[in-house]
């Protein structure tokens, strides 16, 4: 049984562009939440999907965006990319009725901007 | 955006010793949480606590939720090489699924 499953591993990209980082959920789970995890930071809060709508938002401008697909795969889009948002982008997945015990993080993608 | 204060931030110690970390906020929170992050790994929940005053353990991990819910410990007992990495506290404020995290605690672990 596949865990949290994340692509790409690594990406590269200049100021300006965009970016779409993906997500599979571990089997069985239906709730997707995204995280940005700066250098030496502590993971931040950028939403969560569920029935493929966004359900929660943490403090962060409209250039990021998600989608969830009916096989409750995820998406995560950054549009007019900063320098600063070099992170680490961490995905967790969950089922139904929300309990931090099941809660899954995948390895993450690890974004930089140049 | 908002984050935890967590102490130490890091800490090398011998084999065989106990360790002890801890996190603080300056709101209540009804959920607090341990993880541990290994390189190239997202993070790991260890323990996590509900209630007020509440004590669980996890093998060697201890972890604590506060009286006045504003704070949180983590012990290990006698560390091993294994336990290298980083740990992070996070807080749920009010079970809307927004976690809130520390900065974390690096331990270094000599053999």
């Known amino acids: 049984d596949a865990g949290v499953t994340q692509s790409p591993t690594h990406l590269i990209k200049t100021r300006g562009q965009q970016v779409t980082l993906r997500c599979s959920p571990k089997s069985g789970h239906d709730t997707v939440s995204w995280y940005q995890q700066a250098l030496g930071q502590g993971p931040q809060f950028i939403f969560q999907?569920?029935?493929?709508?966004?359900?929660q938002r943490g403090n962060f401008p409209d250039r990021f965006s998600g989608h969830q697909f009916p096989n409750y795969s995820s998406e995560l889009n950054v549009n007019a990319l900063l320098l600063g948002d070099s992170a680490l982008y961490l995905c967790?997945?969950?089922?139904?009725?929300?309990?931090?015990?099941?809660?899954?993080f995948g390895p993450g993608t690890r974004l930089t901007v140049l | 955006g908002q984050q935890l204060n967590q102490s130490p931030q890091s800490m090398f110690i011998q084999e065989g010793e106990d360790v002890s970390m801890n996190c603080t906020s300056s709101s209540i929170f009804n959920t607090w949480l341990w993880y541990k992050q290994d390189p190239g790994e997202g993070p790991v929940l260890l323990i996590a606590l509900y209630k007020a005053g509440e004590l669980t353990s996890n093998g060697r991990l201890t972890a604590q939720f506060g009286i006045t819910r504003k704070d949180s410990f983590l012990n290990i007992s006698a560390s091993i090489p294994s336990d290298v990495g980083i740990y992070f506290c996070?807080?749920?404020?009010?079970?809307?699924?927004?976690?809130?995290w520390g900065l974390g605690t690096s331990l270094a672990v000599n053999p």
């Open positions: 999907y569920y029935e493929e709508e966004e359900r």
């Open positions: 967790a997945s969950s089922f139904g009725t929300f309990s931090y015990n099941e809660q899954f």
């Open positions: 996070a807080g749920d404020a009010g079970n809307n699924r927004k976690l809130i």
